[in-house]
């Protein structure tokens, strides 16, 4: 089966000289289409750049990014663009929210970027609002949102263009419990569908629902577990989330 995402001995250093920062040193990792693995550790362990290399928003230090079977850590930014466009939906831990555009503009862009017609992207946003709770914000600016209602319509946005990989950056970080089950379910329905989700969370419903979940620390992958279904469902009824 041809690995959805892969990383190979990447590495990222910020800075020069005395300043500088090794965030990943090294990382191995592989994931399968339809995979669902969830990254944890403590902050500054490098999981947030780790996600933003493997989609393609940075360029590692060495070591190679390899994304549905073509390498892309030595594509043009214009290139990547075009990749991420086609095949990449992502959550940024802090929304990323166009402010000049309502919620379902914002929703309805990569749609409309992809080449759908108006009206069905309008279709398609309303429906991941409805399931996401939040239908009545269709024409409201960004800015009048809570930050839990900006998140929900960073996943909308995320998702809508059905990608086949969705990189989220602590999707549910912001959010109450009840929010927080909404988007879970929404996760679990993608990946139901043949989507890879690779989820950077401190939250262990999130991390009960993945296949797998990866310990990073001090940038290196420190641990590694894999969840059965039997084990994924009771983790997730104990939490009180979604089965």
Known sequence: MTRAIEARALAKTYGTGESQVSA????????SRGGFVAVMGPSGCGKSTLLNLLAGLDQPTAGEVWLDGVRIDEFSETRLARLRRQKVGFVFQ????IPTLSVGENVELPL????RRRRNARRAA???LSELGIENKHDTAPALLSGGEQQRVAL????????AVVFADEPTGNLDSAAAKEVLGLLRAARNRGQTLLVV???????AAADRVISLRDGLVAEETSLDRARRVTNLIEMGGPA
């Open 126 to 128: 309303n429906q991941l």
């Open 24 to 31: 990943l040193r090294g990382v191995d990792l592989a994931i």
């Open 94 to 97: 802090f929304f990323n929210l």
């Open 156 to 163: 909308a946005r995320a998702l809508a263009n059905e990608p």
């Open 112 to 115: 409309r970027l992809a080449g």
């Open 201 to 207: 969370t401190h939250d262990a419903r999130v991390a």
